[in-house]
């Protein structure tokens, strides 16, 4: 189930296909519901429709020509960044993948693992390397050459260490996505204030650590 209130499941590529920017946020009961302006198909925000928000996978409750709205409950709040958006945050953007897409990312719930942190970026030319801190219970599932989900977006590992991981981002993934706002969020950031992000590690290493564990 997503982290919304998504009915069915959905499945995403990660691979970011719009941004959208927050217009307003409505508190209700223990939940948020977010009215985000983004030019989305007419079936990819019809009402049920499961959207990846920045990793995370909503159901629509609403939504025009351009805009959509989504509730974010209490669990999500809790256990994402999106409790900690405001009216003008930028946010990735992926509809549910539909039978006879391409899959040129790689598998994607939409259920946010942990959330990260970006704490070094080194410039490579014209790209950036950038480490994360990961939360010690998901670094085990984080492998070099593997897939990782770092606010929606599908990246490889390129390097590990005993806090976290390292991706390259292209000069593209900067412009199309948050990822770009993100580094510059840390050049302003103080100690302790590094910005966040949604993690969401590979499900192919999930489902290995269970067989073992059931071999076991």
Known sequence: ??????????????LVQSTGVIEAITDASEAKRLRIGASLAEGDRALGASV??????LTVTDSGPDFFTADAAFETLAVTTLGGLTVGSKVNLEPSLRVGDS???HLVSGHVDGVGRLRRVEARGDARECWFWAPEELRRYVAVKGSITVDGVSLTVNAVDDEGFMVGLIPHTLEVTTLGALIDALAGAGEGEEPRCNLEVDLLARYVE??????A
């Open 1 to 14: 189930m997503c982290m919304g209130r998504c009915y069915t499941v959905a499945v995403f590529t990660g």
């Open 103 to 105: 899959l040129g990312g």
């Open 52 to 57: 990846c928000v920045s990793g995370v996978c």
């Open 210 to 215: 269970r067989l073992l564990g059931a071999r």
